[in-house]
Every structure is written in structure tokens, then in C-alpha cells.
């Protein structure tokens, strides 16, 4: 495996290897990898022939006073992990080769970036377009592959793919959960075993969506009603952010279950804010 950190090399390494006939698998990560990560980097293998992961944490799509420095880093380990799942480049740019100081061009998109988190944060998804577009025309990936449980980020990667004439195939691949049911996050080393405890109450939450709409319940209040509640009453450390019903491709709140409907939600528990998500009709 080639660990590359400048621009021109990982752009040449790519060039070369599309030139002989490979397709390239990308997987973009801000590093701090786990068997969620892992699940993409097999994905990526099963689609392509050259596999590219990198790991950039990117400053700009950290607001303020949100958790850019606490964010996890452990390079020498995501390397090794890259490593043992046969990955052929890891790239590794640091934040001067990514943004120099006159950095002044964004990506904006109306409508999917102000909902659900983009409601609370609202120059996230601005910082994940900015960084995905220049790693995508980085690294000139056929494919890219991206988590579920970042429901929103997907979509908005795909229009921003279809909108701005990327030539890459966007992939998303299924949330991977711990055996509780805890969905895998960098973020999840940030809760103390108290919280730890609790943070499984997202995903009690989407079970009950999950069962209220197996046993007829096509309503989305009384679901998202019952969401909220069982969250209150499972954990006290808890505070819901949002608990939304929305269809899958426009991002829309709906009333009824009647397509397929994307219910996520983001809790805090304690300072740790997680993210989950479940499709349901
Ligand atoms: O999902 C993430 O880890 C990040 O948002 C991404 C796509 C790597 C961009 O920094």
C-alpha cells in the first residue's frame, strides 16, 4: 500500500492506474477508522480494481465551536487498518496541501443542505461538497462509496455528482452497528460509559418506527410522537435535536408513509452529538 500526502502525486498515481485499464474505488474518510469504514473500503473492492481511501479531517465543514481539534486522530492505526483490507493507496494530505491561505471558493446547494442537520449547522455540508469535490477531482475516482448513516451527506454528494457533471458513480453502502445496535461513529469515543449506555436509544427509536409502521401505522407524527417519547424515558442524558420523517430523494417532510421515507434523527447525549437513520415503505 502507497501512502501519498501531495496533490500531484495521488493525481498521477490515479492518472496511470485508469491508464492501464483499472477502475479506481474511492472512499473518502476523516480517518479514526472502524468496521464501518471497513464495510466501504469492501465495497469499494468488490466494484473496482485500484482502491483509494483518504484521510483528511477537514476543517471546513467543523463550525464553530463544534469538535475539529477533539476530533479523533490516530494515523498510524487507520494506515494499518487500510493496510490489512488490501487497500492500494492511502491518501493523506495535510491541511495546507488541501486549503492554502487564500482558499476562497465553496460549494453551495439550496435546498437538501438546509434541512435536517443543515438546519443546526449551517455551513457543514458546504465544508463536505468543498472537500469531496476537490478530492473527487483529486484522486478522479470511478466510483465513490459512502455510509448510510450519513443519509443526508449521500444525497447531497449525489446531486452535487449529477448537478455539477462529476463523472464519478456514487455508491452508498448500509449502516454498520455495534451488537447493540449503536450505529459505528468516530464520535462514539467521545461518551462515557453512562452515555454509552443511553446512545442506544437512537436506535430503540428507529426499532419502534420500524414496528409501529409494520403494524399499519403509515402516520408520521404518531411514529415520530413515539420516537421522541421512548428516547425521553430510555435516556435522561439525552436531548433530541430533531426526529424527522422525510421522503429518501427530496429530503421533503411527509405526513404519511405512503414511498419510501427516510426517518432520521440527531440526539445529543451529553456534549456527543449522534446521527442514525432507517428507511422505511
Ligand atoms: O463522512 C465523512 O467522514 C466526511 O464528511 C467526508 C465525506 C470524508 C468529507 O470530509
Do not use: W
Not at 65 to 70: I, P, Q, Y
Not at 137 to 149: S, T
Not at 174 to 203: F, H
Not at 204 to 218: D, I, P, S, T
Amino acid at each position: 500500500m502507497r501512502v501519498i500526502e501531495s496533490i500531484s502525486e495521488m493525481r498521477a498515481v490515479s492518472r496511470k492506474a485508469r491508464a492501464e485499464g483499472n477502475r479506481v474505488g474511492f472512499v473518502p474518510t476523516m480517518g479514526y477508522l472502524h468496521e464501518g469504514h471497513l464495510s466501504l473500503v469492501r465495497k469499494a473492492r468488490q466494484m473496482a480494481d485500484v482502491v483509494v481511501v483518504s484521510v483528511f479531517v477537514n476543517p471546513i465543514q467543523f463550525g464553530p465551536g463544534e469538535d475539529l481539534d477533539a476530533y479523533p486522530r490516530d494515523f498510524e492505526r487507520d494506515r494499518d487498518l487500510c493496510r490489512n483490507e488490501r487497500v492500494d493507496v492511502c491518501f493523506f494530505p495535510c491541511v495546507e496541501e488541501m486549503f492554502g491561505s487564500d482558499h476562497n471558493v465553496y460549494i453551495e446547494e439550496a435546498r437538501l443542505t438546509k434541512v435536517l442537520c443543515g438546519a443546526t449547522r449551517p455551513t457543514h455540508f458546504r465544508g463536505v461538497m468543498t472537500v469531496v469535490a476537490k478530492l473527487f477531482n483529486v484522486v478522479e475516482p470511478d466510483i465513490a462509496v459512502f455510509g448510510r448513516k450519513d443519509a443526508q451527506q449521500a444525497r447531497i454528494i449525489e446531486c452535487m455528482v449529477k448537478d455539477l457533471n462529476f463523472g464519478v458513480q456514487v455508491v452508498t453502502a448500509p449502516i454498520v452497528r455495534e451488537p447493540d445496535g449503536l450505529a459505528m461513529s468516530s464520535r462514539n469515543r467521545y461518551l462515557s460509559e453512562a452515555e454509552r449506555k443511553q446512545a442506544v436509544c437512537l436506535y430503540n427509536g428507529l426499532c419502534l418506527a420500524e414496528r409501529l409502521y409494520g403494524e399499519g401505522e403509515v402516520r408520521t407524527g404518531p411514529i415520530r410522537e413515539g420516537m421522541r417519547r421512548l428516547i425521553d424515558e430510555e435516556a435522561p442524558l439525552s436531548v433530541i435535536d430533531y426526529i424527522e420523517a422525510v421522503d429518501y430523494e427530496s429530503l421533503r417532510p411527509v405526513e404519511r408513509v405512503d414511498r419510501e421515507t427516510l426517518i432520521a434523527l440527531a440526539v445529543r447525549i451529553g456534549k456527543t452529538r449522534l446521527i442514525d437513520n432507517t428507511v422505511i415503505g
